[in-house]
């Protein structure tokens, strides 16, 4: 049976930095946006809580 390849520690750092700068621009033009339009304050946060319950399952089902 052929071995799993193995991930290098710094390829996954590297996407790891780069998810979490992802994440953090699109929550702070979020904020941007609540804040210079306060009547969409409220759908972007169920899109926020969606957009965390989607995460949080991915993150469970890649453990």
């Known amino acids: 049976m052929p071995s799993r390849p193995t991930r ?3 390829v996954m ?3 790891s930095l780069l998810a979490v700068l992802v994440i ?3 929550s702070g ?6 804040y210079q339009h ?3 304050a ?3 946060a169920v899109a926020t809580g969606v957009c ?3 995460l949080a399952a991915v993150g469970l089902t890649r453990r």
């Open 38 to 40: 306060p009547v969409l």
């Open 24 to 26: 953090l621009s699109i």
């Open 13 to 15: 750092a590297l996407v």
């Open 52 to 54: 965390a319950a989607l």
């Open 8 to 10: 290098e520690p710094n």
């Open 29 to 34: 033009f979020a904020m941007y946006v609540a």
């Open 42 to 44: 409220q759908p972007l």
